[in-house]
């Protein structure tokens, strides 16, 4: 069974596994990456204006072929000295499309007055310009500031999110399943792209050799079963391919 999409709270759908454009590949022309991620199955793809790269997003788009319903497109909103309807119209230039399925606020503490940037996000969506808006990287004490001055809910909070800040997240993702906010999980492979050796090394091995999957897999299930949208990157097919597999696994059990 593949990737499901995941319902929002403004009740429309995501899809729950997402090619990230950021990371390492921030300011890179990353067409070649775009294209692969396509063909090897992902139909979210997710950008911002502080990655600056969304013209080869677009590029990739275009030569695609594909209609522009069979993609879901996310950006983010980056840039204080420059008003969220600017950021959001430019985004749109840049990867070449009339509406975003997403966009976010990317952080509160690039976006110091996230409060009046949300009221235009609010517009957008309104206009249809962006069918669902949400933010990223905000704590508990954001939300509830935003949210005392919001009419729209976010529909998502884009954070990092991996084994080992999961306990310290716990209070945040408490607090976003009592409001409805899906959870977008970046960073979960940190168990072995950025703290290898630790303590769940040993568990996530042995999950590993009992399912007959990677290690990498084992965290992106754990991921999957905890209802959060997996976004993720790699200019390697194969590694794609082993992510997209993830769909496939069962992981009642893991919840």
Do not use: C
């Amino acid at each position: 069974m593949p990737f499901l999409d995941i319902q929002l709270n403004d009740g429309r759908k995501i899809p729950s596994i997402a090619f990230g454009s950021g990371s390492v590949n921030k300011g890179k022309d990353i067409h070649a990456y775009i294209e692969q991620a396509i063909e090897a199955g992902f139909s979210h793809l997710d950008t911002a204006q502080y990655y600056q790269n969304e013209e080869s997003v677009g590029r990739a788009i275009r030569e695609s072929g594909l209609e522009r319903s069979a993609l879901y497109i996310t950006s983010k909103y980056s840039y204080g000295h420059e008003t969220p309807r600017k950021a959001f119209e430019d985004s749109l230039t840049k990867i070449g499309v009339k509406y975003l399925d997403l966009y976010l606020i990317h952080a509160p503490q690039i976006v110091k007055d996230y409060v009046g940037a949300w009221v235009e996000l609010e517009k957008i969506q309104e206009e249809g310009l962006a069918k669902s808006i949400g933010v990223s990287n905000f704590g508990i004490e954001e939300l509830q500031i935003l949210l005392k001055h919001a009419k729209v809910t976010p529909a998502v909070n884009q954070i990092n999110f991996h084994p080992y800040n999961y306990t310290q997240l716990k209070p945040l993702l408490e607090y976003q399943a009592k409001h409805d906010i899906v959870t977008e999980a970046y960073g979960s492979l940190a168990p072995i792209t950025r703290y290898p050796g630790g303590p769940v090394d040993v568990p996530i091995k042995k999950a590993a050799e009992r399912l007959n999957i990677t290690p990498t897999q084992v965290i992106f299930l754990w991921v999957k079963a905890k209802g959060a949208v997996i976004v993720t990157t790699s200019s390697n097919k194969k590694h794609l391919e082993e992510y997209l597999a993830v769909g496939d696994l069962p992981y009642s059990h893991w919840k």
